[in-house]
């Protein structure tokens, strides 16, 4: 059976992005309380040389977004830990490991894991392949389309082919591109005439005219959406409708209860400041989310009373004025 299977009416299988930061557990809860989408794919668990497996692996916890299912994904360059950590993430209930070879933050980088790992077709292929012999389950790679540039891009895709993932993700832009050009779909379309193995298309995707856009110009095999959906919690709802022929009409109700989960699932211990900043993080994003609510984004930006839920309340305000169903 496949691992990314389309629904009844055609609509591929979509993911939600690993987004360390923004997108942590909170986050996920949120939108899981809105859904539309099939998995999510927690951000990365680092592995580094003097990693201890077992206290590290207990940041994953697969039944957090029951019954949607949470893929774990890992980091490193040590093939035995990082081995050792997929076996104690399937003892902790992960149904797939994903290994990151995209993440370009330095500190990350300087230790030869996440995008590092591009420089050298071999070392991936050792560090995936690893992976995949340690256990059971699928075992898949998330990988950005090269270091500097693309010219280890067709060594590295069939480097991870060969390394026996189930699928590849691909984020089309380099390490050095950051999040900044933007992604070049054409890679994603070149990634599926080379491989066998299915591809995950992923950048860039804000609206459902994009994902169409994205499943037309690439012929990749599902979507995977980060920041357009922190931007838009219901993006997966509206594409899930377009296959169906229906448009999806967010209700106020399921906005409120977007808010409410996610301010109920930050850690009661964290700080009024950590709160704030979160919240301000988040309804900072949902502020693009139209040109209305562009308008206030300032607002939320500059507000200053340190006290998250009358910050919330005031949110709801400005966006009730504004608000469109549908
Ligand atoms: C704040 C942030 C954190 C991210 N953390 C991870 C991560 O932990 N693992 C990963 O594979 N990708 C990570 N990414 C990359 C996203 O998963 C995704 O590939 C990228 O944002 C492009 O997709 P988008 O345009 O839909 O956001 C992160 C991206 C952002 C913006």
Known sequence: MSLLPKDLNGCPYLQLA????????????????????????????????????????????????????????????????????????????????????????????????????????????????????????????KIR?????????????????????????????????????????ELIAEAKSLLKIPIVGNGDILTVEDALKMLHQTGCDALMIGRGSVINPFIFHQIRAHFAGEKYQPKWEELLRYLSTYIESMASDLSIRLKMNKLKQLLSFLFKGNQKLLEHRQ??????????????????ELLRQDWQEG
Request: glycine share 8%; with cysteine.
């Open 18 to 141: 690993p987004m360390e930061g923004v997108g942590d557990v909170s986050f996920r809860k949120a939108i899981a309380s809105v859904g539309g989408f099939n998995e999510a794919v927690k951000d990365f668990l680092r592995v580094p040389s003097n990693a201890h497996v077992k206290s590290l692996s207990k940041a994953y916890n697969a039944t957090e977004l029951d019954p949607i299912p949470l893929a774990a994904q890992i980091m490193g360059s040590d093939t035995e830990l990082m081995a050792a950590m997929a076996i104690e993430l399937v003892e902790r209930g992960a149904k797939r490991i994903d290994v990151n070879c995209g993440c370009p933050s330095n500190t990350v980088t300087g230790r030869g894991a996440g995008s590092s790992l591009l420089k050298d077709p071999h070392v991936l292929h050792e560090v995936v392949k690893a992976v995949v012999k340690a256990v059971s389950i699928p075992v898949t790679i």
């Open 145 to 185: 389309a090269g270091y500097e540039d693309t010219s280890l891009f067709k060594e590295n895709l069939l480097a991870a082919e060969e390394s026996g993932v189930c699928y590849l993700t691909l984020h089309p832009r380099t390490k050095v591109d950051g999040y900044g050009p933007p992604a070049r779909w």
């Open 299 to 316: 607002k939320i930006l500059t507000y200053t009373e340190p006290d998250p839920e009358a910050f919330l309340n005031y949110a709801k």
